[in-house]
């Protein structure tokens, strides 16, 4: 093979090299955009539920798309298309609307024209007190082996949603709220760690989230697929098989 033969040899295979970077560049921008996106969970808001260090992918599709469906929050046009409304106990990721960039997770609590109200630790819905069981506490271990119990409820939507509350003190500072009357086009969201969570019970103005509209809505959370301990970064691979929480992984939300 001459020189020149070599050298558009090593041309071709350089641009087929290219060519399938650029393609899997395209899907993988395609599935993010419009399918699933990968998130982690940085803070206890949301346990027992998720935790920190868990790595969960969300449903673009579940509520059709907005704006805030796209990187950088183009194109920018107003309101969803293909929508869906969010259900009732759904693990939903959404834009705070006091900046519509940061992402936040929480549990749908509240659908529009609902009126919700905190009264010592209980939830309630249109008036009527949201079922509460208490259940074994939550043991939480920190990284010197020293454990924390919390006290674990199993609440039960009206819709019949079920899912696990902590209660790290008796009186939060949440636990006994006005009436929040969630106006048309908008969401009551709240974490599931009760007295550990900046949601919906705290008003923009006052650096909370506020009612949620569903425009700011990113989607619906499925599936943690992969879990490490909260104080281990995930990339660090040889801290694996002690630091993973195999038993996470592939659960559904």
């Not at 940085?42 to 935790?51: K, Y």
């Not at 992918?57 to 920018?76: E, Q």
């Not at 990284?143 to 790290?168: H, W």
């Not at 760690?193 to 949601?199: A, G």
Request: charged fraction near 25%; hydrophobic fraction near 40%; avoid cysteine.
């Amino acid at each position: 093979m001459s020189v020149t033969d070599k050298k558009k040899a090593k041309d071709g295979s350089l641009g087929e090299t290219v060519k399938v970077i650029v393609q899997a560049l395209l899907i993988a921008l395609v599935v993010r955009t419009f399918l699933f996106q990968p998130f982690n969970i940085p803070s206890g808001s949301m346990m027992n539920t998720l935790l920190i260090g868990d790595y969960l992918f969300v449903s673009k599709y579940s509520y059709g798309y907005s704006r805030y469906s796209f990187p950088f929050g183009l194109p920018p046009f107003s309101g969803r298309v293909l929508s869906s409304d969010p259900e009732r106990g759904d693990v939903a990721v959404f834009k705070t609307p006091h900046d519509n960039s940061t992402d936040y997770i929480k549990r749908v609590i509240g659908l529009p024209g609902d009126e919700i109200q905190m009264i010592d630790g209980v939830l309630h819905i249109n008036g009527a007190a949201v079922p509460r069981e208490r259940i074994e506490d939550f043991v939480d271990t920190d990284n010197f082996g020293n454990e924390r119990r919390v006290a674990r409820y199993r609440e039960t939507l009206p819709n019949g949603v079920s899912y696990d509350t902590l209660d790290l003190t008796p009186r939060g500072q949440a636990d006994n709220t006005k009436v929040f009357k969630v106006p048309a086009g908008h969401y009551f969201m709240m974490g599931d760690n009760r007295d550990n969570s900046t949601d919906s019970r705290v008003p923009v103005e006052l650096g909370g989230v506020g009612y949620v509209p569903v425009e700011n809505f990113v989607g619906r959370a499925e599936v943690i697929f992969f879990s490490v301990d909260g104080g281990q970064p995930a990339w660090q691979f040889w801290y694996w098989p002690w630091s993973v929480r195999w038993d996470r992984l592939f659960q559904s939300i």
